[in-house]
């Protein structure tokens, strides 16, 4: 049996209604809604669901720091391995001091 569902703006629209026609109580499929006549703020809460074009752009700076990291691994070998060559390298430019 397909069921249709209510969709978020009917149920605003619901509940909306029943507080300003002095509904006291709504009962739903096991939720219960109590209306008190005081005004509230809501609080809304969810969690965002990245898209497909974030979740590139994450794993590409997840790349890019993984790269930063392998370089930085790397010079830190030369630096113990070939002390000379690290200095030539840092004189003439090729590397950043660190």
Known sequence: MKRD??????????LDSC???GVTELCFEG?????????????ITWSKQPTLSEEK???SEVSKEMALEAD??????MMIEDPVAYER???NGDLDAQ
């Open 5 to 14: 569902w209510l969709n978020s703006k009917d149920i605003c629209k619901i």
């Open 19 to 21: 507080s300003k026609n």
């Open 31 to 43: 939720i219960i809604v109590k209306f008190t006549g005081q005004p509230i703020q809501p609080i």
């Open 57 to 59: 752009e994450n794993s």
């Open 72 to 77: 930085q691994i790397q010079l830190e070998q």
């Open 89 to 91: 390298h840092l004189i």
